[in-house]
């Protein structure tokens, strides 16, 4: 007789760093009436699928703002080097979750459907341990900006590598490159599931060289030899980095109420 799999445990944490160089404080920003790891918070916790949800807090300030909206906080070691680091401190105390998402805190608009689709990816594939996302690139201006994240990857949805360069690079430039379809050029999406074992292993592991150069964690897991699955999505969650950015959450946020 054959039997169901049970559905495996899935739990996101939400990485919550007070300080911010571009933005400073930016999480506990508030002029929607909500910070924004209030928005990103509620945000994420539409998901279907979801055991648990916590934020992992670099310090009291930020712990104390979570609890204050109701929300579960683990306080973690304000000296980690990344934010996979400070999710994986909280997944170490989670023997019954099989699958952890990574949301970004600062991603007041992430979308439920992204975060069920990131999970769907390491349930339909079991051999695999880490998926992402992206998102096709149509402009120039985003494709040339190093804050823009790159990422190639193979027919089987496999990462080839990231970068903040232009990847691929064509030798010769012809606009018409960037309506193509397939696209050419795709955007990174930082939102990532791990299972959990695999998660505690990558954390152990050295900062390579190229993560250093490009500044960018997710290359430590390529560097190790291990496989990344990408699934696109047609429009990419909006990231907070700069006062820009804020302003333009609050607009939409405003022509929305």
């Given at each position: 007789m054959s039997t169901v799999a049970p559905r495996p445990r899935v739990a996101i944490v939400i990485p919550a760093r007070l300080?911010?160089?571009?933005?400073?404080?930016?999480?506990?920003?508030?002029?929607?009436?909500?910070?924004?790891?209030?928005?990103?918070?509620?945000?994420?916790?539409?998901?279907a699928g979801i055991d648990r949800i916590c934020?992992?807090?670099?310090?009291?300030e930020i712990a104390a703002e979570v609890r204050s909206f109701g929300g579960n906080v683990v306080l973690t070691d304000p000296?980690?080097?990344?934010?996979?680091?400070?999710?994986?401190?909280?997944?170490?105390?989670?023997?019954?979750?099989?699958?952890?998402?990574?949301?970004?805190?600062?991603?007041?608009e992430i979308s439920a459907a992204a975060i069920e689709q990131v999970v769907g990816l390491l349930v339909q594939n079991p051999a695999a341990v880490m998926s992402t996302l992206?998102?096709?690139?149509?402009?120039?201006?985003?494709?040339?900006?190093?804050?823009?994240?790159?990422?190639?990857?193979?027919?089987?949805?496999?990462?080839?590598?990231?970068?903040?360069?232009?990847?691929?690079?064509?030798?010769?430039?012809?606009?018409e490159l960037l309506a193509a379809e397939p696209a050419h050029f795709h955007q990174h999406i930082g939102l990532y599931a791990y299972r959990r074992d695999f998660l505690l292993q990558i954390a152990t592991l050295p900062r390579p060289a190229i993560e250093q150069l490009e500044s960018l964690e997710q290359l430590r897991v390529l560097h190790a030899g291990q496989t990344i699955l990408v699934g696109s999505i047609a429009?990419?969650?909006?990231?907070?980095d700069t006062?820009?950015?804020?302003?333009?959450?609050?607009?939409?946020?405003?022509?929305?109420?």
């Open positions: 300080h911010s160089t571009r933005l400073p404080q930016k999480l506990l920003l508030r002029e929607t009436g909500k910070s924004i790891l209030q928005h990103t918070y509620e945000a994420a916790s539409q998901a934020v992992a807090a670099d310090g009291e000296n980690h080097a990344s934010g996979s680091d400070r999710v994986a401190e909280v997944a170490r105390g989670w023997n019954d979750i099989d699958i952890i998402v990574n949301v970004q805190g600062d991603e007041p992206s998102t096709p690139i149509r402009t120039k201006e985003k494709l040339n900006d190093p804050s823009c994240v790159k990422v190639v990857f193979d027919e089987a949805q496999r990462a080839m590598y990231f970068s903040r360069s232009v990847i691929p690079h064509p030798r010769s430039w012809n606009d429009e990419p969650s909006i990231g907070i006062p820009a950015d804020y302003r333009e959450f609050v607009a939409r946020h405003s022509s929305l109420t």
